[in-house]
């Protein structure tokens, strides 16, 4: 343990990134550019998140990290172990459990309370930058709040797909005044946005952290004839028979056999130990999620 | 009538080299200004100047805004300023790749102003891109072509659809028919000219073509060397030039 | 306004010079005390030998040519100081002007280039149109024409078209320079209808009229444009 500064990075690497995370609750959905550190991994692999949970972390903390809703894929197992070895916190699976949940790709199903910090990973922290490759424009575009842009956006959708086809990373205006791309959460997960808990946002390679303050308005962009939609596969978890979770399809044969089961494990886990059965399911729980190898 | 535009003194320096300088005129509402001059002339300058692309050294851009009155642009507030940019103003640019987004349907460019400016209902939005791209004569099924799919003087008029969509009054233009082909120049000409009228749009056209600002300008402006060396009606200025470099240009020009 | 009296088109005193700048600055004197006027009624035809300057003075009274000095009065405006803007508006409402040759936008059918004057004063599309046509069929162009640019038109096709236009929108003052000249017997006696009308009508005429018969039909005095001509001594 010794070998290593609490949660790996020094002092005042962890001072400067928890000034960025204040400016960032300051000025919700504003992109606070950071020093970001070189990590002992690769950019994409949470890099951003890391930092921030680092500079988040403290000795009582519990932190649980889940990849897609899952606690047990290659990126959270590395990323829990990483700060298992540097700073020795405890950690858990379960979403009650945790004081500081770092999340890549999805929010848990279970509503988190206001003792609870949520750590984005985000690859591409701008918004705009899909119609507008340039920094200076893109930062002058936010400070003159010049948003037509995102709604050409949503228009190409349409005009190409007959519906907003984003589907993920669907882009929000936070306090009616930033508007904010909420790393690749599916767009199902939008409304839970607006929680009690504080969202970190923390992106590596483009050195940005942005923040949402408990309870702030979230508010997805939309058309007035084609509002917003929170999707998700039409079925119920074929494991714990959950009707409201966000659910990933698993192919299981070459036959077209498959089965959709809770994206997040914890939940689907919970509600099967609580003696939900889903149409594939057993009543005794797993001890590990359907991916697991 | 009050000038839509009043230009006092301005001037623009390239280190010790003149830009341009001592350029003054009112522009009315519904009269098309030509700016005339050779290559380096100023005459460029002077419109990114005007439309507030370019710093300049001194003077005065007076717009008449719609909710304040009479304005210098040059000490406007960015945020207003740009918002003038995608309201009352349109630039066209010489060329059409400046000027539209090639990575959005011809629909998304058009639209792009609209939601811009608070348009949020799609079927609206879309129903005025299919509208002007056929004012601009653009069949109604290249909707969701991107523009580099289009000819040149497909996306030149796909430029001016995007730019007149929110209803301009005025209307900055650098060489609109450069580079394209003469027949396709005439088209160009016949609808701008078509459109300025329907619109009663004042425009500010830049360009080195006489031919063009004979079709299109009330009055001419004619440059040389970041100076403004003779004003007047378009069709005087051409066939009773005063000044010798005006003389020069006009008969620099091949007779057809 | 302007009393009922006062002539519709005064001219007091022109001169007008050319500076060659790029020819040693040569400066040829080409008028000089042109001095005219025409009420409301009245057609003038200018005489002169060809070269004498009655081109010039049809283009200074226009606007096209700047006069050196004078003054050329057309409804109280002077066009000699007026704006580019005052002179387009003197044109659009006040001052027409039938040249030789048609100058037109090609692509623009020849019923939308004659009926464009009453566009400009904004006469709703479907009444220029109807007067375009009948202008046009009036002067024998026929009716699967009209949707034609007459850029590709005979010389004596455009020549009619030209006039069409011209008298297309009832100006108080017009300018006509050889409105007669490469036209047959019915289409030259149509034209001299139209400006008999217009007369009638109150307008005040400024003509070039090579053929002597139209010439002294319609035409109310003449002026000799010699007269302008600059003194040698000058």
Excluded at chain 1, 128 to 135: D, G, I, K, S
Excluded at chain 1, 190 to 217: C, D
Excluded at chain 3, 65 to 84: F, M
Aim: charged share 25%; glycine share 8%; net charge negative.
């Amino acid at each position: 343990m010794s070998e290593y500064n609490f949660a790996y990075l020094d002092e005042q690497t962890k001072r400067m990134i928890r000034r960025a995370i204040l400016k960032g609750l300051a000025i919700p959905g504003y992109q606070v550019p950071f020093a970001s550190r070189e990590m002992p991994m690769p950019y994409g692999w949470g890099t951003g998140g890391v930092q921030v949970s680092a500079a988040a972390l403290t000795p009582d903390d519990t932190l649980k990290v889940i990849d897609q809703g899952a606690d047990d894929t290659t990126n959270a197992v590395s990323i829990r172990k990483f700060f298992q070895r540097t700073a020795g916190v405890a950690t858990t699976e379960e979403t009650e459990q945790a004081s500081i949940i770092q999340t890549r790709h999805r929010i848990p199903e279970a509503t988190l309370r206001e003792d609870q910090i949520l750590v984005y990973q985000v690859p591409i922290p701008e918004p705009l930058r899909f119609l507008e490759p340039r920094e200076t424009e893109t930062r002058k575009m936010h400070s003159l709040e010049e948003y037509g842009l995102m709604h050409v956006k949503l228009y190409e959708d349409i005009s190409q797909h007959g519906q907003i086809a984003t589907s993920y990373a669907y882009p929000v205006k936070v306090e009616g005044r930033y508007v904010m791309d909420p790393s690749p959460i599916p767009k199902f997960d939008n409304p839970k946005l607006e929680m009690a808990a504080i969202q970190l946002f923390g992106a590596g390679r483009e050195q940005r952290i942005y923040a949402v303050p408990p309870y702030t308005q979230v508010v997805s962009l939309d058309f007035e004839d084609y509002p917003f939609e929170p999707t998700k596969a039409d079925h119920a978890c074929d494991l714990c028979a959950a009707a409201d979770s966000y659910l990933d399809e698993v192919i299981m044969d070459d036959a077209g056999g498959r089965m959709f089961v809770c994206s997040d494990t914890d939940y689907c886990r919970s509600r099967r130990a609580a003696g939900h059965v889903g149409r594939l399911g057993t009543e005794a729980p797993l001890s590990t999620g359907p991916e697991a190898a | 009538m009050h000038p839509l535009l009043q230009v006092n003194n301005i001037r623009k320096m390239y280190g010790a080299r003149i830009g341009c300088t001592d350029v003054s005129f009112d522009l009315f509402p519904g009269e098309v200004m030509g700016i005339v001059g050779e290559s380096g002339s100023g005459k460029s300058t002077l419109l990114n100047c005007l439309a507030g692309h370019l710093d300049t050294d001194g003077g005065e851009v007076i717009f008449d805004t719609r909710d304040r009155g009479p304005v210098d642009t040059l000490t406007m507030s960015e945020p207003e300023r740009r918002m003038l940019g995608r309201t009352d103003w349109a630039f066209v640019h010489q060329h059409a790749r400046d000027g539209l987004r090639m990575s959005v349907s011809a629909g998304g460019n058009i639209g792009e102003r609209l939601m811009a400016v608070g348009g949020r209902h799609y079927g609206d939005i879309r129903a005025s891109a299919v509208d002007w791209l056929d004012r601009v004569e653009i069949e109604e099924n290249r909707v969701d072509d991107r523009p580099s799919a289009f000819s040149g003087g497909m996306q030149q008029r796909l430029q001016i659809a995007r730019n007149l969509v929110t209803g301009p009054r005025l209307v900055f233009m650098d060489e609109p028919t450069g580079g394209l082909d003469v027949s396709v120049q005439a088209r160009l000409l016949d609808l701008l000219r078509g459109l300025v009228r329907e619109m009663g749009l004042s425009a500010i056209i830049v360009t080195h073509d006489l031919a063009v600002v004979r079709l299109l300008a009330d009055r001419l402006m004619v440059m040389k060397s970041g100076h403004v060396v003779e004003t007047g009606l378009t069709d005087q200025v051409l066939d009773d030039p005063q000044h010798a470099y005006t003389q020069l240009l006009v008969s620099s020009v091949l007779q057809v | 306004m302007l009393p009922s009296h006062a002539p519709m088109i005064d001219i007091r005193d022109v001169s007008k010079s050319f500076t060659l700048h790029n020819q040693g600055s040569a400066t040829i004197p080409v008028m000089q005390g042109a001095t005219l006027a025409v009420g409301p009624g009245e057609c003038v035809g200018l005489v002169g030998a060809s070269g004498a300057g009655k081109s010039t003075l049809m283009r200074l009274i226009y606007g096209n040519y700047l006069a050196a000095s004078g003054q050329i009065l057309i409804g109280g405006l002077d066009v000699v100081r007026a704006e580019p803007r005052q002179i387009l508006e003197l044109r659009r409402k006040t001052l027409g002007y039938v040249s030789q040759f048609l100058r037109v936008v090609p692509r623009v059918s020849t019923l939308d280039v004659v009926a464009e004057p009453l566009l400009a004063v904004d006469t709703p599309l479907d009444l220029a149109r109807d007067r375009a046509a009948s202008l046009l069929a009036e002067l024998n162009i026929p009716e699967r024409l009209w949707s034609l640019s007459p850029t590709t038109f005979s010389g004596g096709e455009q020549q009619r078209v030209n006039i069409a236009r011209g008298f297309a929108y009832d100006y108080p003052a017009m300018l006509l320079d050889e409105p007669t000249a490469s036209l047959d017997a019915r289409n030259r006696a149509t034209v001299l209808g139209l400006i008999g009308a217009a007369k009638a009508r109150g307008a005040a005429i400024i003509g070039i009229f090579h053929d002597e018969a139209a010439r002294d039909q319609v035409c109310d005095r003449f002026i000799d444009v010699s007269a302008f001509a600059p003194r040698a001594a000058a």
